[in-house]
């Protein structure tokens, strides 16, 4: 596809995009990394401390290997499963894989104690049982429920893209199915599983809550990380050990790039085909169907007892029924719940408006720097949360948009300070899910018929008219997508923005986190609830006002 050289109001656009992604990404990351490798106590106490980073590092890759390797092959097994075979309760098992995305992994955390704790229906009630739930055991458990869903989600784009005539090409030929799936199938499927992969394994390096929960003395680098600024006080030392959680996260980023567009096999776009095998083996689909019935039935027993929790006196003394948990989180304060749904809505509205816009902007015209500024949007997605929010910490806090102490050093009045504001929240969310609109971008330009927009520029109408009325509307479902995963990722992210907080904006999943830190059940089940149901309302509101012509449509028909 030929670009075309920019006009004005689109190179304006682009010098604004990349000037903001270069504020709000590249100079926090670069500032954070300077401070953590210049750290003075560095030099003096080394041993000591790359002891502890590396002790980190260690636990760090005994949660993140397996869980990787669980959730990506849980979402090549379920992707094949619920989009390829045909079996009885396909769509409610659909539905019922993606609940994890409206929670955080942290908050399974109740289920498993509530399941396998010191006073659990399982090891205490059923078994008579005093064992532990805290451990690295529980960790890789809880996040691989969590992050199986998003490796899911991710790999299914490309099963639903599936040409069968390579398929059927390859069974002509003589190859059996197994090795038609291992030579055409699954090589067809490289880039999106490597992308789950990476996010699965950033994910899991990057969640320091759930192992605070339910980890015990087992603590992942990012754990520790945590644990330096809130129980320390050690800012520096928190800084050096972002450092190094970063390292292995970048390298995950730079690997996947590598695998990504190493020997890609390139198909058009055939979602609307006939894709289920017609013919498969019973053993092949009792083990298809059986482990992924499996996974949806402990995703369903986790939210059961969320919310048997929830309305539980006092789960391992009193089973009573209760609307004492409910009620102290009704009757008191609703305002984090609130802040959330405001924070959500807003970040990701303009986080995949703008993905979007600037993937059509690199796409369609000739830019300068256009690949940097996509490999630069793109960098968030490397960075651990916790890490990208000590990156604003430590830049924020001077004038100029973290730039003032480098062109006016010693500067007195601190105009223009960003951190100990509101909007600082909002931004480090927009930045940090830019790269989300900008891949669905990329997804959908990459089927569009570029002739569009040159039958439109024919027909007189310019640039900005012809993004909005003709490729804006073929891009909807590209903002769509965007949307969604944006909107789950704020509404459960904490990382990113823990530290930036102030009491006037406090969010749920943080009233959450510290409910659960202190081993209340109850009301710890209950938030979880609220928090959930507050995030799956207004995915369907989302849903029914992005496709409301055509549910009408339907109502129509349907009455007739």
């Not at 069968?164 to 599983?193: C, Q």
Request: net charge positive.
């Amino acid at each position: 596809m030929e670009k075309k050289k920019p006009k004005l109001f689109i190179m304006i656009i682009y010098v604004l995009l990349t000037i903001s992604i270069l504020y709000f990404t590249f100079i926090p990351i670069v500032n954070v990394i300077i401070n953590g490798l210049f750290f003075e106590s560095l030099a003096q106490d080394y041993l000591r401390i790359f002891g502890k980073i590396l002790e980190g590092l260690r636990n760090s890759f005994i949660i993140s290997i397996p869980v990787t390797i669980i959730a990506t092959t849980f979402g090549i097994i379920a992707s094949i499963t619920l989009w390829r075979v045909k079996f009885f309760g396909r769509r409610f098992i659909r539905l019922l894989v993606l609940f994890p995305l409206i929670n955080p992994p942290f908050v399974g955390s109740v289920a498993f104690i509530m399941l396998f704790g010191k006073r659990g229906l399982i090891t205490h009630k059923l078994l008579n049982l005093s064992i532990s739930p805290f451990g690295a055991h529980g960790v890789i458990i809880m996040q691989s429920l969590g992050l199986s869903t998003l490796a899911y989600l991710i790999i299914s784009s490309s099963v639903k893209k599936i040409n069968l005539n390579y398929e059927n090409a390859s069974r002509n030929l003589g190859a059996s199915e197994l090795k038609t799936f291992f030579s055409v199938t699954l090589p067809t499927m490289k880039p999106e599983i490597t992308v789950a992969a990476m996010l699965v394994f950033l994910g899991s390096m990057s969640d320091f809550e759930t192992p605070l929960i339910i980890g015990g003395q087992f603590r992942p680098l990012a754990s520790e990380l945590y644990v330096q600024i809130t129980g320390r006080f050690d800012m520096n030392m928190a800084t050096i050990m972002g450092v190094f959680l970063f390292i292995p996260c970048f390298a995950a980023f730079i690997i996947q790039k590598y695998f990504s567009r190493k020997n890609v096999y390139y198909m058009q776009w055939h979602e609307g085909e006939n894709i289920e095998y017609r013919k498969m083996t019973n053993t092949a689909r009792i083990l298809l169907v059986g482990s992924t019935s499996l996974f949806a039935f402990f995703v369903a027993i986790k939210y059961g007892f969320i919310v048997i929790g929830a309305f539980t006196e006092n789960w391992g003394h009193n089973y009573s029924f209760t609307l004492r948990h409910i009620q102290s989180i009704v009757g008191t304060n609703l305002t984090p719940f609130y802040n959330s749904l405001k924070l959500a809505f807003g970040v990701s509205i303009l986080s995949s408006f703008l993905g979007v816009l600037l993937a059509y902007i690199l796409k369609f015209r000739k830019v300068p720097f256009g690949e940097k500024v996509d490999f630069i949007a793109s960098l968030p997605a490397a960075v651990p949360g916790i890490l990208l929010g000590i990156a604003y910490l430590v830049t924020f806090k001077y004038p100029l948009f973290g730039i003032g102490h480098w062109i006016f050093p010693g500067i007195e009045q601190r105009p223009f300070i960003l951190l100990g504001t509101g909007i600082i929240v909002y931004i480090i969310c927009i930045y940090r899910y830019f790269y989300v609109g900008l891949k669905s971008g990329y997804a959908f330009i990459e089927n569009m018929d570029p002739n569009l927009e040159s039958a439109s520029n024919n027909l007189g109408a310019g640039d900005d008219r012809t993004f909005i009325q003709v490729i804006f509307p073929i891009l909807r479902p590209a903002f769509g997508m965007a949307f969604v995963r944006n909107f789950t990722s704020t509404m459960t992210t904490l990382g990113a923005i823990i530290f930036l907080l102030l009491p006037t904006n406090r969010v749920a999943v943080q009233q959450v986190f510290q409910v659960l830190r202190s081993s209340t059940i109850g009301a710890g089940a209950a938030m979880g609830l609220l928090l959930s149901f507050i995030s799956l309302a207004s995915l369907l509101t989302f849903q029914l006002f992005l496709n409301h012509k055509k549910i009408h449509q339907w109502l129509k028909e349907a009455i007739k």
